[in-house]
């Protein structure tokens, strides 16, 4: 079992930055790929980046560029450092990890980014 906290959300002004924390707890962090998702009101949940306990990332088009998802094996806690922020950024963003060997996956209860002047 993994619990995962996200932190770091907030309201920004569009082009600006927020680093959001994902801490985990439970469980071998560095056995598990970790990646963020967000949702918007009225939309599905989508895919934003990944990484891999080798540290393998990949990221939707849409935030290439500006989004750079990283991991501290040794604090338990993955990161999303998103710069030159958008309005359409505007959603909560969910921590998930991902067993590497088993089928084991789990969410946190997300962190609301709002980008509006």
């Known amino acids: 079992q993994v619990q995962l906290v996200e932190s770091g959300g907030g309201l920004v002004q569009p082009g600006g930055s927020l680093n959001l924390s994902c801490a985990a707890s439970g469980s071998r962090f560095d056995f598990y790929t970790m990646a963020w998702y967000r949702q918007a009101p009225g939309n599905q949940r989508e895919f934003v980046a990944r990484?891999?306990?080798?540290?393998?990332?990949n990221y939707a088009d849409s935030v290439k560029g500006r989004f750079t998802i990283s991991r501290d094996d040794a604090k338990n806690t993955a990161y999303l450092q998103m710069n030159s922020l958008k309005p359409e950024d505007t959603a909560v963003y969910y921590c998930?990890?991902?067993?590497?060997?088993?089928?084991?996956?789990?969410w946190g209860r997300g962190t609301q980014v709002t980008v509006s002047s």
């Open positions: 998930n990890a991902a067993h590497s060997w088993t089928s084991d996956s789990y």
């Open positions: 990484i891999s306990i080798r540290g393998t990332t």
